[in-house]
């Protein structure tokens, strides 16, 4: 959140609106120019060009975007799963599964969140059994015993949470049943599932501490719970129950759809929302400078209104350092769409530390991503179309 100790004198100078994301003077494109992810100081600038309209693009600090369709080494286990980004506070990595796994794991290094990109099947930990598929989060404490069986091919986004705790984020004037109420949070049973897979079968357990992996091997299945109590345990919430906040006046930002806090990084959902309504407001991502954040977002399902040839399997990582925003594509629809809502789903990842590429991402980069803002032509802003009875 914002520090109180930031200088704070809004003003407005030359041709500008007075409202962020709405009004913007004829012919310009904003770009807001932000502290602490949206949530501190801001300016919001008025250009004659698209701020992202470059020609030519050198050196390392680059937008990049992955597909990670293109994988195909995926390993032995959930450790084997190739890390895509990270940094000390957080590894992002993708893993499939089409059969059982026959251990279990266990991370001494931090939370792990799996989101289920594909696929469905069974989660058995310590704390029972649960059904999980497409679009669910699930979040594991550290240390938690867990194996995965898949009734479909299972596809899974994973993130670890290093040294840290995946945390829901604070609602404030909105209230704590905003964008999901967490009586719709589901648990593991300890059900006829859960206790048909106990036994005195030998069951090693790889466990992952500072990165290395030891094993452990029990005479039974450690997952003999008959019972538990208490207000730590994994969670599940699907992408379908967020409900998202919208406005029906205003582009909110990315802030406004945080869905789990981490130490020194936030994981947002994107879901379908209503476009906004008022004629004189932005209805596409507005062009930004997030100088404290790199931003990650893993396209899941629907269609990505404000990207050109991004498909669900694909990642798009902006570190900080430059203006990013729309395709030129999406700048005709600045203040008109053809749909009355959004079509996507998608996972953002934003990091307070700069993000170092993994395996995952160097065998999967679609390198001329830096590229596709360059259009042979001027692009001009689209007028605003206000009411008749306001010309």
Known sequence: MANANYISFPRVEGNASRQAHAD??????????????FFGP?????????????????????????????????????WGAPVVLHNASVKMRLWQLSGEMDHLVRNGDGDELLFVHRGAGHLYCDYGHMEIGKGDYIVLPRSTMWRLS????????????????IRAPERGMVGRHALYDEAILDTPKIDEAFRDQQGESE????????????????PFNPLDAVGWH??????????????????????????AHTTWVGNRFVICTFTP?????????????????????????????????????????????????????????????????????TEEYAVMLDTRDALEMGEGAEATEFKPYAESWKTSEKVSAPRVRLPEAAE
């Open 273 to 341: 929302r209503p476009f906004e309504t008022d004629p004189a407001a932005l209805k596409v991502p507005f062009f930004h400078n997030n100088d404290d954040f790199d931003e990650v977002i893993f396209y899941h399902d629907g269609d990505f209104f404000s990207r050109d040839n991004i498909h669900p399997g694909m990642v798009t990582w902006h570190p900080c350092g430059f203006t990013h925003g729309p395709h030129p594509k999406a700048l005709s629809r600045m203040y008109e769409q053809t749909k009355t809502m």
């Open 150 to 165: 898949a009734s479909e091919p299972l596809s899974l986004l994973l993130f670890e949470c290093t040294n840290g705790t």
């Open 203 to 218: 069951t090693a357990v790889h466990i992952r501490r500072r990165g290395e992996i030891s094993t452990v091997t029990y």
């Open 42 to 78: 801001a300016t919001m600038m008025y250009h004659t060009h698209p701020p992202t309209g470059w020609t030519s693009w050198e050196g390392p600090l680059r937008p990049r975007a992955f597909d990670l369709t293109k994988l195909a080494d995926f390993g032995d286990t959930v």
């Open 24 to 37: 913007l003077p004829e012919g310009t494109f904003e770009r807001e120019l932000g502290k602490e992810g």
């Open 230 to 255: 208490g207000d730590l345990c994994p969670v599940r919430l699907n992408v379908r129950d967020i409900r998202p906040l919208a406005s029906h006046r205003y582009h909110l930002p990315p802030s």
